[in-house]
Nanobody, 124 residues
Framework: QVQLVESGGGLVQAGGSLRLSCAAS????????MGWFRQAPGKEREFVAA????????NSADSVKGRFTISRDNVKNTVYLQMNSLKPEDTAVYYC?????????????????WGQGTQVTVSS
C-alpha cells in the first residue's frame, strides 16, 4: 500500500511557473516508477512525465518537453514536477501516481496508486 499526497497547485499567469510536489508513504521501497498525469474538463487523463524510482530515468510527453521537469528525492520519498513557461492549455487537475510493475508507464492503467489531485489553472 502506498499513499500519495500532492501539493503546489494554484493559479498562475501564462508564462509563469509552478512546482508540484507529491509525497509518498508506505511501501515506497517497492515502487518502480512515479508519474504525473493531468486531466482537463471533458478530456481523458493524459500522461505528463514519469521517473523511474531507483535509476532516476525520466521521460515526458512531447507537449511539455523543454518546459516541465520531473525529479525525485528518494530520502524524502517525494517526486516533483517543475512547470515553466506555463500555457492556458496546461490548465488541468494534476495527479501523481505510483507504479509497481515494470511496464511502459505511459498509460493510467500502468499505475497502481493515485493521489487526490491538485488543480493548476493558467490564465491568459
Amino acid at each position: 500500500q502506498v499513499q500519495l499526497v500532492e501539493s503546489g497547485g494554484g493559479l498562475v499567469q501564462a508564462g509563469g511557473s509552478l512546482r508540484l510536489s507529491c509525497a509518498a508513504s508506505g511501501r515506497t521501497y517497492s515502487m518502480f516508477r512515479m508519474g504525473w498525469f493531468r486531466q482537463a474538463p471533458g478530456k481523458e487523463r493524459e500522461f505528463v512525465a514519469a521517473i523511474t524510482w531507483h535509476s532516476g530515468a525520466t521521460n515526458s510527453a512531447d507537449s511539455v518537453k523543454g518546459r516541465f521537469t520531473i525529479s525525485r528525492d528518494n530520502v524524502k520519498n517525494t517526486v516533483y514536477l517543475q512547470m515553466n513557461s506555463l500555457k492556458p492549455e496546461d490548465t488541468a487537475v494534476y495527479y501523481c501516481a505510483a507504479q509497481f510493475r515494470a511496464t511502459t508507464g505511459g498509460r493510467p492503467n500502468d499505475y497502481d496508486y493515485w493521489g487526490q489531485g491538485t488543480q493548476v489553472t493558467v490564465s491568459s
